[in-house]
C-alpha cells in the first residue's frame, strides 16, 4: 500500500479510468524494464494495464515509430534521447503534454522547454568500457581517452555500434565531433578504421556478442575487450553476478563518454492519450525514478531521487562528458552520419 500511496499523484485522467480502454501501450526500445511491483501500483492506482512493445536499439525504434505515426503501435514512445530528438520532433511523432512533476526536473534536460512534447525521464553517459581481465593479461593499460584508441596497442581491440542504426553508436560519433571539432572527426574515424575498429548494428551484439568483458561476451567467445557502451555498464556486471565479484569486471574509459539525455512523449495519434498521460506522470514520480538505476542502468532526471549503493559504487556518471549542443546536432547529425557511413561502413 505504500507503494500505492507513493504513486497518488499520478494519473492526469483524473484517478480511475473511466470510458475508454483500460490499456495504455508503451512502445519502447529494447532496455525498457521496470519492477513488478512499481508497475502493478501504478495500474492498481490508475485503473491502467500497461502493454509495453519494444522495438530493437532505440534509433531502429525511432526510425519505426516515425514511419508509423500516422497510426501508432501505441500510446507513449520512450527512449528517443538527445542525439536523436531534432529526428522526432520534427516528424511530428509528439503533442504537447506538460507532465505532473516536471517542475522537479532540472533545466538542462528539458530541451523542448516551450512545447514540452517530451518529457525528460533518465540521463546517462555513453563511454567505452574494457575488460579489465584483458588488460591485465596483456600488461597493457587500457586506454583512457578518444585519441588512445586509435593507438596501435589498441589495435582490432574496439567494437562499436552502427551510428545510422543505434543509439550508443551515434552517441559515440558526436562525441568524438565534439572532441575533434567539425573538421577533424573524420580523420579520426579513418585512424580508428584503421586501426580495427569493428563496427555492427546495435548495442545487444556489441556488448553481450562481441564485448569478452560481459557476462553474455564471454558466453559467446567475445574477443572484443573494448567495447561502447554506457558509464553504468560495470554495476551491471556486479548486479546479476552469481555470485557477487567484489568489483566490477570491467572498468570506463573515462576520457571517451558523451552524456545522453533520455525522454518519454505523448505519440501525436495515440488512442488513449489519457492513459498515455497518466504514464508519463508515473514515469516522473520518485517511486519509477528510484526504480530505474538497477534496472535500466540509468540515472534518474528528478531532484531528490537517490540511486542504490552498488549503482553508485561502480557505475558513477561521467565527471567531465563531451556534449553537443541539441540544435548542433539537429542541424549537423544526417550529414554526419552519412559521412561516417561512407568513411567507416561502406
Known sequence: MAGVAALSGCGSSGGQASGGSKTVTLVSHDSWAVSKSVLAAFEKQSGYKVKV???????????????????????????????????ALDNGLFQ????????????????????????????GDICVNYDKAYFTEHHLAPPASFADLAKPAY?????????STSSPG????????AAYGDSGWQGYWKKLKANGVKVVDGWEQAY?????GSAGGRKAGGDRPLVVSYASSPPAEVVYADPKPSTAPTGVAAGTCFR????????????????????????LTKKFQEDMPLNM???????????PAEFSKYGPPAKDPETVAPQK?????????????SLVVK
Open 53 to 87: 512493445l519494444k522495438d530493437g536499439d532505440a534509433g531502429q525504434a525511432v526510425n519505426k515509430a516515425i514511419l508509423t505515426k500516422d497510426n501508432p503501435q501505441g500510446d507513449v514512445f520512450f527512449g528517443v534521447d538527445n542525439t536523436l530528438l531534432s529526428r
Open 96 to 123: 504537447s503534454y506538460t507532465a505532473k512533476g516536471l517542475d522537479t526536473v532540472g533545466s538542462q534536460f528539458r530541451l523542448d522547454p516551450d512545447k514540452n512534447r517530451v518529457t525528460p525521464v533518465d540521463y
Open 155 to 163: 589495435k582490432n581491440l574496439l567494437v562499436t555500434e552502427n551510428a
Open 170 to 177: 551515434l552517441g559515440f560519433l558526436l562525441g568524438s565531433a
Open 208 to 212: 553481450d556478442e562481441e564485448f569478452s
Open 260 to 283: 545522453q539525455v533520455e525522454f518519454a512523449g505523448l505519440l501525436s495519434n495515440a488512442s488513449n492519450t489519457a492513459g498515455g498521460k497518466a504514464l508519463i506522470d508515473f514515469l
Open 297 to 307: 542502468f540509468v540515472y534518474p532526471v528528478v531532484d531528490g531521487a537517490t540511486v
Open 329 to 341: 546536432i539537429a542541424d549537423n547529425r544526417d550529414r554526419w552520419v552519412k559521412t561516417w557511413t
